[in-house]
T-cell receptor, first 116, second 110 residues
């Protein structure tokens, strides 16, 4: 069975603090995708990143970085120097490799509040 | 390029009424999905389609039907709405891996 766990339900930080959102996944597949999506207060779901299971390189995009560790089945997301606009619910998700392999398995999300 | 659009944005139904939610994508994606989002539950898959004319059940399909008569459209139907179907519904489309989501439809069933 596939499962995604985001143990942090809510996190509150002050602007400019760094914050890490944890994601732990379970799968028996050897190849799979991992994703992060952002859901701001306006409600839409914004795609942030996709990682293939065979590519364990960490990625940085501006203030965002992602740490993928297959050995611990984790795909953590760090925001450096957080800003109020980062306030949102962040979802980690897992998908079987291959387009016909159905849906995304979502974690329950972490609500991040960044206070000025 | 509008991406994924959903119609309507909001809807209030009475128990027992029926309605259809429309999802349209202009990216020529093969795969389309319907999810529902409930507080504290994340998103759960209702139905999905791997191509025009095909549909398949997801995790929570009961009470819903879908159709994919055209590649760009994926319809979600509620034949007899129940209060348990009060939720936010998201449509997504995908060329293969990454799914791109529409803005959502907030449905309330009284």
């Amino acid at each position: 069975a596939q499962k995604v766990t985001q143990a942090q339900t809510e996190i509150s930080v002050v602007e400019k603090e760094d914050v890490t959102l944890d994601c732990v996944y379970e799968t028996r597949d050897t190849t799979y995708y991992l994703f992060w999506y952002k859901q701001p207060p306006s409600g839409e779901l914004v795609f942030l990143i996709r990682r293939n299971s065979f590519d364990e390189q960490n990625e940085i995009s501006g203030r965002y970085s992602w740490n993928f560790q297959k050995s611990t089945s984790s795909f953590n997301f760090t925001i450096t120097a957080s800003q109020v606009v980062d306030s949102a619910v962040y979802f980690c998700a897992l998908k079987r490799y291959g387009g016909s392999q159905g849906n995304l398995i979502f974690g329950k999300g972490t609500k991040l509040s960044v206070k000025p | 390029n509008a991406g994924v659009t959903q119609t309507p944005k909001f809807r209030v139904l009475k128990t027992g009424q029926s309605m259809t939610l429309l999802c349209a994508q202009d990216m020529n994606h093969e795969y389309m999905y319907w999810y529902r989002q409930d507080p504290g539950m994340g998103l759960r898959l209702i139905h999905y389609s791997v191509g025009e004319g095909t549909t398949a059940k997801g995790e929570v399909p009961d009470g819903y039907n879908v159709s994919r008569l055209k590649k760009q459209n994926f319809l979600l139907g509620l034949e007899s709405a129940a209060p348990s179907q009060t939720s936010v519904y998201f449509c997504a489309s995908s060329p293969s891996g990454t799914q791109y989501f529409g803005p959502g439809t907030r449905l309330t069933v009284l």
